[in-house]
């Protein structure tokens, strides 16, 4: 199994910045891609930024130029900086890590935090 713990959550007012930071661990041989995802109220689970191994990261037209996204590989952890933070931008934000298992009959994973809240007020 590969855990992803989240951190880095909370409340902050509008034009304020937040740091989330995301670790995996577990049994990981790599990791191609990590991301982070976010869900407000009432609304689909939707991709903010993106990082995968040799690739440019890729964000939501909504984040561009506010967030950015960076990666750790030594520690198997990766960040979202988010600054400029609008009301919007309130919800749960998911980490999500894919890559190979190190050991066990399934080689691949995909695995998602537990989520934190960004609570964003104007």
């Known amino acids: 199994q590969v855990q992803l713990v989240e951190s880095g959550g909370g409340l902050v007012q509008a034009g304020g910045s937040l740091r989330l930071s995301c670790a995996a661990s577990?049994?990981?041989?790599?990791?191609?891609?990590m991301g982070w995802y976010r869900q407000a109220p009432g609304k689909q689970r939707e991709l903010v930024a993106g990082l995968t191994s040799g690739d440019d990261p890729n964000y939501a037209d909504s984040v561009k130029g506010r967030f950015l996204i960076s990666r750790d590989n030594a520690k198997n952890t990766v960040y979202l900086q988010m600054n400029s933070l609008k009301p919007e931008d309130t919800a749960v934000y998911y980490c999500?890590?894919?890559?190979?298992?190190?050991?066990?009959?399934?080689?691949?994973?995909?695995?998602w935090g537990q989520g934190t809240q960004v609570t964003v007020s104007s």
């Open positions: 999500n890590a894919q890559g190979r298992y190190r050991i066990g009959p399934i080689p691949d994973f995909n695995s």
């Open positions: 577990g049994s990981i041989l790599y990791i191609n891609a």
